[in-house]
């Protein structure tokens, strides 16, 4: 299995920065794609950011230029720096990551984590 645990959430105003961790965890034996969705009440689950092995990367819309995914193999780490950070931002943010336990491949999520960014 893979545990995913975050960090990093919390309130910020307008304009501010934030920066997530993920660390994963567990029996796999490697984890290809990560990446950073985000949801609330109003809104479906929605992709913000993913990152492959090689470090390839790509963005919602809404957050290219803000937004920079980046990852640490060796530590099996993802982060999500925030900057510019706008009222919309505001949600639950979900690390992801696509991990080989046994001979399957399986998406595994963390428990999520709040950024609130006040006006």
């Known amino acids: 299995q893979v545990q995913l645990v975050e960090s990093g959430g919390g309130l910020v105003q307008a304009g501010g920065s934030l920066r997530l961790s993920c660390a994963a965890s567990?029996?796999?034996?490697?984890?290809?794609?990560m990446a950073w969705y985000r949801q609330t009440p109003e809104r479906q689950r929605e992709l913000v950011a993913t990152?492959?092995?090689?470090?390839?990367?790509a963005y919602a819309d809404s957050v290219k230029g803000r937004f920079t995914i980046s990852r640490d193999n060796a530590k099996n780490t993802v982060a999500l720096q925030m900057n510019s950070l706008k009222p919309e931002d505001t949600a639950v943010y979900y690390c992801n990551v696509k991990g080989l336990v046994g001979f399957e491949w399986n998406n595994y999520w963390g428990q999520g984590t709040q950024v609130t960014v006040s006006p």
């Open positions: 567990g029996s796999f034996i490697s984890i290809n794609n």
């Open positions: 990152i492959t092995k090689s470090g390839s990367t």
